[in-house]
């Protein structure tokens, strides 16, 4: 599937948003700055605050670096659409992975496309290891649904006050079997080593509707292969009833 039939899935499967996917949508736009990234090579997504008081990324489809595109296996164009596609995946499944993520929409700003995504509140902080356990293994299963590429460890918010985890940065995900993986979920590597790896009940719950459901319409704003490979992690999680290694195991 091309990007362009993928950004126009995703346009129309969007007919009953969410208050925040409204206000993403149709809120008029006050302000605009350039975001500070401490990721070398990656894009700098404008900040946008909206006239609801929200403020959010706008990660531009042709803003993306073509060469670490390339090296992670993803067209520039996927990198924006993966970010929408994870949220509607994380919305299906539900909580805790939709509290974890922040909600992204299509959306042109200045005659430019691609994911408006809310702004997660919080810093860097390894405190979320300690203060928010159970957010931390909901991150590892998510990280190993996904099949995320580079899950570091500056793309995560952690709100202190709240104790509430944010994952961010879902560019390069949907991995098939082959592709780079950069770096291995922090996340995910945390619950291993504390010999967590057994799914926990919801887990395996999640996973059987996901199935069940035919991936909740991801087919249809997906490639085939990524759908594919997708589907393939889930079963093999539920046989197992197992969270994969760490480096490779997508």
């Known amino acids: 599937m091309n990007p362009t039939d993928r950004i126009a899935n995703l346009m129309s499967a969007l007919d009953r948003p969410t208050p925040i996917e409204a206000q993403l949508l149709y809120d008029e736009i006050i302000d605009t700055g350039t975001a500070i990234t401490g990721s070398p090579g990656s894009s700098a997504p404008p900040l946008v605050v909206l006239e609801s008081r929200l403020s959010a990324f706008h990660k531009r ?15 520039p164009f996927d990198v924006p659409l993966n970010e929408v596609t994870a949220w509607r995946l994380a919305a299906a499944i539900g909580n805790p992975w939709r509290q974890l993520l922040p909600t992204a ?11 408006l995504i809310n702004d997660k509140k919080g810093k860097v902080d390894a405190a979320v290891f300690t203060e928010a356990v159970s957010q931390v293994d909901a991150a590892a299963f998510w990280d190993a649904l996904i099949g995320n590429q580079d899950r570091n460890m ?9 104790r509430r ?9 949907f991995a098939r079997p082959g592709d780079l993986i ?15 790896r057994t799914l926990t009940q919801r887990e395996c719950d999640v996973l059987e509707a ?39 195991g997508f």
């Open 105 to 115: 929409v299509l959306r042109v700003i200045d005659n430019k496309g691609g994911a």
């Open 165 to 173: 985890l944010g994952l961010i940065d879902h560019g390069f995900v």
């Open 210 to 248: 996901l199935l069940e459901a035919d991936l909740y319409g991801l087919r249809r704003v997906l490639a085939v292969d990524r759908a594919d490979a997708l589907q393939a992690r889930a079963e093999r999680m539920l046989s197992s009833r197992l969270l994969p290694p760490v480096q490779g």
């Open 61 to 75: 489809f042709h803003d993306q670096d073509r060469v670490l595109c390339q090296q992670y296996g993803h067209h």
């Open 182 to 196: 950069n770096r291995s979920s922090y996340f995910l590597a945390t619950r291993l080593t504390q010999s967590k």
């Open 154 to 162: 500056r793309n995560f918010r952690y709100d202190a006050a709240h």
